[in-house]
RNA sequence: GGGGGCGUAGCUCAGUUGGAUAGAGCAACGGUUUUCUAAACCGUAGGUCACAGGUUCGAGCCCUGUCGCCCCUGCCA
């Protein structure tokens, strides 16, 4: 068998191919006998073989005698080099499987960099053509806490897609074409702004902010001034240039201010294709789904119905139809979603589409997903496999959504500026005498990196408590105690004067101690993490996999002296500092999360 | 009414097709430093997995019911 990064995967091959070798054992087992192997609890080995019991239940077997029977033929095989794995049945019938220390140092010895992990990583997705679409900023309004997620998820989602082989287009689907430029445009006529003016776009887009409350305020204190907004709405629709010219300053100021954000937060788009530029695209859909007969009027407005799905069906008590063009003619999310989702096959051969929003839109995106099924299957149009990555809210302390203490949304800007702060002002305690300078980089990485990892490191469907110190403090699961370790690692390679050609051995090594083998042991878990992570895009499992590789490391450091008198114990487990380094900077990046040389 | 999510230690959270004695971190208590960054490590204590049934060799996980919290539910996105 091959020591491949995934050695897991290698070794069900490896059996499975055992089995169909063995005429014998293939018609005990059948074809449907998936070996699973799977990550064990340390205490019993490195991986398991869970599938044993479920199959004997089902042939009415004893598991015991049936995993003899499998691990005999396992022990007889060629396959199997002996001196590289311990087999042992346990239990009610597991079979676990242990790597020996041979193996194990093998396995380190080869993986010693990024692109060794991946050479092997990048086949995993066979390059499939994939359009995720994030983190979908709205316009002429600032950034807020609710704009966090998205960019922290979607781009943590994004570069694991990446990693593994994924032909990736990132679109920043942004809401430009909204109801609200009629009133922003009446109140800069009225004040006489001239918006071409501002130079700083963050400045500008408080401004325009402003002006937006001002514009209802006014609405609600003059309701004919509403009939002026509608009628500049409408010129603009129609594309009268001076409204048109308007509107273009209002989302290039947006854009820019929020490409600052994606900057500090590490935020790569590779297209920004908002509604507009969908709104000479949505007649064909009206067109396309009412020939086929999946649209059709109701109460004025178009709709699809989806009489399968109980709740979106027409008998329902509350009838919830796919409502694609509003009764006014208008056309709303779901058209413009509906071309987005055409254009995305058309132009970007998109063979999957991720959509990444808040939970409170898994009803749309089922409707959208139904729509779109029956619309290209019965077109003839390939049908990409479309996904919503949904997620829970940040709360406060109160258990209600995280606000501040005046009850105001928080800005995102304000979120990313204290967080810097804070850091910095840990920073500054725990290692008083850094340069000034030296100080600053750190608390941006460190800030920034710890307000991403909270969010990343619990389930996305879940809400979460938004804690500052917590997600600042360097104990429990945050960024600060993994960031930590990288710097402790690169503190200890700077006093062992270490060659960068010392880890890169040719020669073979053989890691011993108890301490030693735990942290090698974690090391071949990871890309179980990454794969587990990837299978229902949730970069949590990646999260706790890096926790728990930097707790094991920690212990192996306060137990063991990596600089030692011995050359050969010195060599192996500087060897051991720099995979753990390798991984934990791996696993950042792969999240999206800056790490730094030292704390 | 319908739908989605959730309920696990005092608090914040994990728990991978059902699998071995339900795990972390914080807080509490006790220990470790002439030693590579103690921003760390080691240990103790802490549980009726909301509740009640069911399925089975085995349930935090699956099924049924009940209670509680959050969110969505026709033209905002």
Same mark, same amino acid.
């Given at each position: 068998m091959e020591v491949s990064l995934l050695i897991a995967r290698s070794l069900e091959q490896t059996i499975d191919q055992i089995i169909r070798d063995n005429q014998e054992l293939q018609k005990l087992l059948?074809?449907?006998?998936?070996?699973?192997i799977r990550a064990a609890d340390p205490k019993f080995g490195d991986f398991q073989i869970n599938g044993i019991l479920p199959l004997a239940k089902q042939l009415g077997l004893n598991p015991r005698a049936l995993a003899m029977t499998l691990l005999e033929a396992i022990e007889s095989s060629?396959?199997?080099?002996k001196h590289y794995l311990t087999f042992e049945i346990a239990g009610p019938g597991f079979i676990n499987i242990r790597l020996n220390k041979s193996l194990l140092s093998e396995w380190i010895r080869i993986h010693h960099s990024e692109n060794v992990f991946k050479n092997e990583t990048k086949?995993?997705?066979?390059?499939q053509k994939t359009v995720i679409d994030f983190p979908s900023a709205n316009t002429a309004k600032q950034a807020h806490i609710g704009h966090l997620r998205p960019m922290v998820i979607g781009e943590a989602i994004a570069r694991m897609l990446e990693f593994c082989g994924t032909k990736l287009i990132r679109d920043n689907?942004?809401?430009?074409?909204?109801?609200n430029f009629g009133t922003l445009i009446m109140v800069l006529k009225r004040n006489k702004?001239?918006?071409?003016?501002?130079?700083d776009p963050e400045k500008a887009l408080i401004q325009i902010d402003r002006l937006y409350k001002e514009g209802s305020h006014l609405e609600k204190m003059d309701p004919s001034l509403r009939d002026t907004s509608r009628n500049e709405l409408l010129l603009l629709q129609k594309g009268d240039p001076t409204n048109i010219q308007l509107w273009q300053s209002i989302v290039q100021i947006s854009n820019q201010a929020f490409d600052h954000l994606f900057e500090q937060l590490g935020v790569r788009t590779?297209?920004?294709?908002?509604e507009s530029f969908y709104r000479d695209k949505v007649d064909r859909i009206y067109q396309e789904l009412s020939e086929l007969g999946i649209a059709e009027e109701s109460e004025g407005a178009l709709v699809v119905w989806h009489d399968e799905v109980k709740k979106f069906s027409?008998?329902?008590?509350?009838p919830f139809p796919f409502n694609?063009?509003?009764?006014?003619g208008a056309s709303n999310y779901a058209s413009t979603d509906l071309a987005t989702v055409l254009y995305r096959l058309e132009h970007?051969?998109? /063979?999957s589409v991720i959509y990444l929003t808040d939970s409170r839109q898994q009803d749309h995106f089922q409707q959208l997903f139904l729509t779109t099924n029956k619309w290209f299957s019965q077109k003839g149009y390939s049908v990409p496999e479309l996904k919503h990555v949904w997620w829970g809210t940040i709360l406060g302390s109160d258990n209600k959504p995280f606000k501040t203490k005046s009850g105001e949304t928080i800005k995102l800007q304000a979120l990313i500026d204290e967080a810097v702060e804070r850091a910095y002002s840990v920073v500054s305690q725990k290692n008083?005498?850094?340069?000034e300078e030296e100080k600053q980089k750190i608390a941006h990485a460190v800030g920034i990196g710890a307000l991403k990892y909270a969010d990343l490191?619990?389930?996305?469907?879940q809400d979460y408590v938004f804690d500052w110190d917590r997600m600042l403090s360097?104990?429990?699961?945050?960024a600060p105690y993994l960031l930590y370790v990288i710097a402790r690692i690169n503190s200890i390679f700077k006093k062992a004067n270490?060659? /960068?050609?010392?880890?890169?051995?040719d020669t073979s090594f053989s890691i011993e101690t108890e301490y030693e083998q735990t942290l090698a042991r974690k090391f071949i878990q990871f890309p179980i993490a990454l794969e587990q992570a990837l299978s229902d895009l949730r970069p949590h499992f990646l999260c706790t996999y890096l926790f728990e590789l930097a707790g094991t490391f920690n212990s192996f450091y306060n137990h063991e002296?990596?600089?030692?008198?011995?050359m050969e114990i010195q060599t192996r487990r500087i060897i051991l500092c720099h995979r753990t380094q390798l991984i934990l900077e791996l696993g950042l990046t792969i999240l999206g999360i800056d790490t730094v040389e030292h704390m």
């Open positions: 059948g074809n449907s006998f998936d070996p699973i060629q396959q199997i080099h086949h995993w997705f066979k390059t689907h942004i809401g430009d074409w909204g109801t702004i001239d918006i071409s003016k501002f130079e590779d297209y920004t294709l908002g027409r008998d329902n008590k509350q694609i063009r509003k009764k006014d970007f051969d998109a /063979e008083p005498n850094l340069e490191s619990s389930n996305r469907t360097f104990e429990g699961n945050t270490r060659q /960068e050609q010392s880890i890169h051995t002296k990596v600089i030692h008198e011995d």
